[in-house]
């Protein structure tokens, strides 16, 4: 041990000795990450001095932030943390397990000085933990293939503009909320509203090649009804399911996060385009704050760290459409208390390219999806629609709000028929217009189905709001048609 540790500080010694500031190192002597990552890990040793809550103090250790250190034990083997921040000589490190059997002076090794993940085809059809590690109880697969868990970043002005509609296979989003390929779009709702149902339906309706599944910080009942109700064998033959459940330390929870996102990415550099379903983000930024207040930043709105608000667009600005391929995400964001203005549901309603709100009263009539059409939107439906849609759309989000507005009056019977046109054709469609916006879990219904629904319905609708013509007018002489514009009659000779 100790022939290791002096082993090891001679080899940091050395690496720091020679090493120089990047613009005195000649081409032939650059060091490429992997080979600086080995030299830096040659010597990087500490110990650790203190636990506040699920924070561990390690000192003589200047391990950079993000890198992974493993922490031995007497009992049950080393643990690995990750560096979340410093506090004057000391790292703050977070462990991604149990803590248990840790004690002052245990030693800590960096193992890495960045995540990356393993990746391959191999992981369709499986079930991975924050680490991606199968969980699933079957064998590892070969996995060939690195990515880096906080992905490389894609430049704004290479991404190519979302020009073509895809169809979640639900009606209600795609007639009326329509996504295209690469958009990001939030499902927002309090608990117990159907976001997972949604998300599932979604997640095995969708067009994609492959599909991403992260289930962060749910309970861990929920994630088997998930992968066993929700998306099915067939569903998940075509999907990875990448799991941190509640109980699990909120390192691994934010991870979770990333290294679905990391997937996704991998997918879609390698030309297939991806759905990338994330339930829940609030949970996301919920171990975020966890791991920001252990880290010593001050809290904000409602506890939450600045940190919180920054990594959410960084976050969702890794899915997206690329020149090789598309990541198109649906997040589910939990509304706390129904609160619309809740910091999170907030900030995500910014970030995203639409939001689908789903309301606690439908729910409760049993309407499903409890997808509240006013109060969503997606803000690419309009680019992605041909003007008969448009103005079908129109008619029907004009009849729901006429609906709405009017709802008391008519159901305490102050409605009179007659007396506005669009109203009463409100009032007469309302049945119909419902049962276009219900959808049991296991109907799926294409796109191309959806249109033809659309326009049909608002067809009727029209024609219900149209002036009629009043009866006692005779119907206008017909003119005779000018001699010009008569059509010429080619003679056969
Ligand atoms: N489309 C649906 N059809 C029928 N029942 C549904 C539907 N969506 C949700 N539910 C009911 O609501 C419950 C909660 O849904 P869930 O998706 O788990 O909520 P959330 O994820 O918003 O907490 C489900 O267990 C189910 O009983
Ligand atoms: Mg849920």
Same mark, same amino acid.
């Given at each position: 041990m100790i022939a290791r540790n002096v082993a090891d500080l001679a080899a940091h010694a050395v690496f720091f000795a020679t090493f120089k500031p990047c613009d005195e190192i000649q081409p032939s002597m650059t060091l490429s990450a992997a080979q600086l990552d080995r030299a830096i890990l040659a010597g990087l040793t500490g110990s650790v001095v203190q636990t506040t809550g699920l924070t561990v103090a390690v000192a003589g250790m200047p391990a950079p932030v993000g890198a992974v250190v493993g922490i031995s034990r007497q009992a049950g083997g080393e643990i690995e943390a990750e560096?979340?921040?410093f506090r004057d000589d000391r790292v703050l490190v977070m462990p991604l397990g149990d803590v248990d059997g840790v004690r002052r002076g245990s030693p800590v090794r960096l193992i890495r000085t960045s995540r990356r993940l393993r990746v391959g085809a191999g992981l369709l059809g499986r079930v991975v933990d924050a680490r991606g590690r199968c969980i699933d109880g079957r064998p590892h697969p070969m996995l060939a293939d690195r990515a880096p868990l906080h992905g490389v970043g894609v430049a704004a002005t290479t991404r190519p503009r979302i020009d073509a509609a895809l169809g979640t296979g639900v009606r209600s989003i795609d007639a009326l909320l329509t996504c295209g390929r690469g958009q990001r779009l939030? $499902? =927002? @709702?309090g608990s117990g509203v159907g976001k997972s149902v949604l998300?599932?339906?979604m997640a095995r309706f969708t067009q994609a090649d492959v599909r991403v599944i992260a289930l962060i910080g749910e309970r861990g009942r929920e994630v088997n009804d998930f992968i066993e109700r929700d998306l099915g064998p067939e569903g998940l033959a075509r999907s990875v399911v990448v799991v941190a459940t509640s109980n699990e330390p909120a390192i691994s929870r934010v991870q979770a996060a990333y290294a679905a996102t990391a997937i996704a990415e991998y997918f879609r550099d390698a030309g297939k385009d991806v759905l990338l379903v994330m339930d829940s983000v609030t949970r996301f930024a919920l171990a975020q704050r966890e791991i920001g207040l252990a880290a010593g930043e001050p809290p904000t709105t409602r506890g939450f760290p600045p940190?919180? =608000? @920054? $990594?959410l667009p &960084? $976050?969702?600005?890794? @899915?997206?459409?690329? @020149?090789r391929g598309s990541i198109t995400a649906f997040y589910s964001v939990l509304v706390e208390g129904d609160d619309e203005n809740e910091p999170i549901a907030d900030a995500m309603r910014g970030l995203l390219d639409g939001h689908v709100?789903?309301? &606690?009263? $439908?729910?409760?009539r049993g309407h499903y999806p409890a997808i509240d059409v006013l109060r969503s939107i997606s803000r690419l439906a309009n680019d992605l629609s041909t003007t008969e849609e448009k103005a079908a759309r129109q008619t029907l989000r004009e009849l729901l709000a006429i609906y709405a507005e009017n709802e008391e009056l008519i159901n305490i019977g102050a409605y009179r028929k007659g007396a506005n046109r669009t109203l009463d054709c409100a009032v007469d469609m309302r049945e119909e217009i419902t049962r276009f916006l219900r959808q049991s879990v296991d109907e799926r219904i294409s796109i191309e189905?959806? &249109?033809r629904e659309l326009l049909a319905l608002a067809t009727k609708c029209n024609a219900r709001m149209a002036p009629v013509a009043p009866a006692a007018t005779p119907p206008p002489p017909q003119a005779p048609v000018p001699a010009a514009k008569r059509p010429t009659v080619i003679k056969k000779t």
């Amino acid at each position: 041990m100790i022939a290791r540790n002096v082993a090891d500080l001679a080899a940091h010694a050395v690496f720091f000795a020679t090493f120089k500031p990047c613009d005195e190192i000649q081409p032939s002597m650059t060091l490429s990450a992997a080979q600086l990552d080995r030299a830096i890990l040659a010597g990087l040793t500490g110990s650790v001095v203190q636990t506040t809550g699920l924070t561990v103090a390690v000192a003589g250790m200047p391990a950079p932030v993000g890198a992974v250190v493993g922490i031995s034990r007497q009992a049950g083997g080393e643990i690995e943390a990750e560096v979340i921040g410093f506090r004057d000589d000391r790292v703050l490190v977070m462990p991604l397990g149990d803590v248990d059997g840790v004690r002052r002076g245990s030693p800590v090794r960096l193992i890495r000085t960045s995540r990356r993940l393993r990746v391959g085809a191999g992981l369709l059809g499986r079930v991975v933990d924050a680490r991606g590690r199968c969980i699933d109880g079957r064998p590892h697969p070969m996995l060939a293939d690195r990515a880096p868990l906080h992905g490389v970043g894609v430049a704004a002005t290479t991404r190519p503009r979302i020009d073509a509609a895809l169809g979640t296979g639900v009606r209600s989003i795609d007639a009326l909320l329509t996504c295209g390929r690469g958009q990001r779009l939030g $499902l =927002f @709702a309090g608990s117990g509203v159907g976001k997972s149902v949604l998300m599932g339906m979604m997640a095995r309706f969708t067009q994609a090649d492959v599909r991403v599944i992260a289930l962060i910080g749910e309970r861990g009942r929920e994630v088997n009804d998930f992968i066993e109700r929700d998306l099915g064998p067939e569903g998940l033959a075509r999907s990875v399911v990448v799991v941190a459940t509640s109980n699990e330390p909120a390192i691994s929870r934010v991870q979770a996060a990333y290294a679905a996102t990391a997937i996704a990415e991998y997918f879609r550099d390698a030309g297939k385009d991806v759905l990338l379903v994330m339930d829940s983000v609030t949970r996301f930024a919920l171990a975020q704050r966890e791991i920001g207040l252990a880290a010593g930043e001050p809290p904000t709105t409602r506890g939450f760290p600045p940190s919180t =608000f @920054a $990594l959410l667009p &960084r $976050l969702v600005e890794r @899915a997206g459409r690329t @020149a090789r391929g598309s990541i198109t995400a649906f997040y589910s964001v939990l509304v706390e208390g129904d609160d619309e203005n809740e910091p999170i549901a907030d900030a995500m309603r910014g970030l995203l390219d639409g939001h689908v709100w789903l309301s &606690r009263r $439908l729910a409760e009539r049993g309407h499903y999806p409890a997808i509240d059409v006013l109060r969503s939107i997606s803000r690419l439906a309009n680019d992605l629609s041909t003007t008969e849609e448009k103005a079908a759309r129109q008619t029907l989000r004009e009849l729901l709000a006429i609906y709405a507005e009017n709802e008391e009056l008519i159901n305490i019977g102050a409605y009179r028929k007659g007396a506005n046109r669009t109203l009463d054709c409100a009032v007469d469609m309302r049945e119909e217009i419902t049962r276009f916006l219900r959808q049991s879990v296991d109907e799926r219904i294409s796109i191309e189905d959806v &249109r033809r629904e659309l326009l049909a319905l608002a067809t009727k609708c029209n024609a219900r709001m149209a002036p009629v013509a009043p009866a006692a007018t005779p119907p206008p002489p017909q003119a005779p048609v000018p001699a010009a514009k008569r059509p010429t009659v080619i003679k056969k000779t």
